[in-house]
């Protein structure tokens, strides 16, 4: 039987470049608008948590290497990196050829405090974690600004 290349879902041209934001999107998946979402009301508590999502609060960082063609040589390539849970941090961009980096993202101490990136990140899911529906808009609004300000 004959089938055509074509037809073949694994061969299909995608629509679009795969973004930074569409990585960190689906590593802080927790089934959203599904009855397996465990901060959707749908489904019912025992569906809630029938399925480990990808994006949970025991979750310390994500890394994102991005290799940009069309960029010179020295500033090519950026490591994204994000700490604490995906569904409530945020990434910053991280380039090689840089002797220095800002005290807030490169100083995380022993010490809790939100005077540093990593323990901002994690102090936001702690807060937000049990209280997902009333801050999740807060979230968003915090992790659009800084990935505009990463990108600029």
Not at 14 to 26: A, M, Q, S
């Amino acid at each position: 039987r004959h089938t055509r290349l074509a037809s073949v879902s694994w061969a299909r041209q995608p629509e679009r470049k795969v973004t930074i934001e569409d990585i960190k999107y689906v590593l802080s998946s927790h089934y959203q608008g599904t009855p397996f979402d465990p901060y959707g009301q749908l489904g019912d508590e025992r569906t809630r948590h029938m399925c480990r999502p990808i994006g949970i609060n025991r979750q310390s960082q994500l890394s994102v290497m991005q290799i940009r063609p069309y960029r010179p040589q020295a500033s090519r390539a950026v490591q994204w990196i994000a700490y604490g849970s995906n569904p409530f941090n945020t990434l910053v961009p991280f380039f090689p050829n840089v002797d220095v980096t800002p005290a807030y993202l490169e100083d995380t101490t022993t010490r809790v405090t939100s005077e540093n990136f990593y323990w901002v990140n994690r102090i936001i899911a702690a807060l937000c974690d049990g209280a997902f529906r009333s801050t999740s808009n807060a979230v968003e609004r915090y992790q659009e600004k800084t990935g505009a300000m990463g990108h600029r």
